[in-house]
């Protein structure tokens, strides 16, 4: 049986130090051992990006690192990706566009969306879908989640109003 490693890092602006074993899996530790369940486990394979969470700033897919490799580094996951009881612009977005079926998908998007609009806030639609196409959906044929991204970076660059 492997020792656990003690580490610490920063999950939603929060120090957090943690015991793991070698070989669980930052998706594993946020979600079990954390409780952070928004973050969800599609694949636990590298394939869906359900799993998707901030890493120093970069989306990363969490079942893919082992968190003992994530000592010091800053995590955010989608409990952390708004402002304060409010939601993000993107995820008002994909609320007002109708993005949102079943939602398993819906917290790798928002990352990998936000990611997107942090460089730029003017994406075409093939911008939208290529920075999303590590991002599986099997309920919403796509259309409505990119005119939710499309919809928050208008509002971010201010060519359209609404929720800030
Ligand atoms: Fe990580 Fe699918 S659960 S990519
Ligand atoms: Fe159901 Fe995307 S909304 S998988």
């Keep these: 049986m492997s020792a656990d490693i003690p580490i610490k890092l920063s999950v939603n602006g929060e120090d957090r130090n943690i015991f793991v074993t070698p070989t669980r899996t930052l998706l594993e530790t946020l979600r079990e051992d954390l409780d952070l369940?928004?973050?969800?486990?599609?694949?636990?394979?590298?394939?869906c990006g359900s799993c998707t969470v901030f890493c120093d700033g970069l989306p990363i897919r969490a079942c893919l690192a082992l968190a003992v490799t994530m000592r010091g580094r800053e995590i955010v996951t989608i409990e952390g990706a708004h402002p304060g009881d409010m939601?993000?612009?993107?995820?008002?977005?994909?609320?007002?566009?109708?993005?949102?079926?079943?939602?398993?998908?819906?917290?790798?998007?928002?990352?990998?969306?936000?990611?997107l609009l942090q460089e730029t806030q003017t994406p075409s639609d093939h911008d939208i879908r290529e920075a999303l196409s590590g991002n599986l959906c099997r309920c919403t044929g796509y259309a409505k989640i990119v005119a939710a991204v499309s919809l928050a970076a208008r509002r971010l660059n201010g060519t359209v109003g609404g929720a800030t």
């Design 37 to 47: 369940t928004g973050t969800k486990c599609g694949c636990n394979q590298g394939v």
């Design 87 to 115: 939601l993000s612009v993107v995820q008002q977005a994909f609320v007002d566009a109708g993005a949102v079926q079943c939602g398993f998908c819906i917290p790798g998007m928002i990352v990998s969306a936000t990611a």
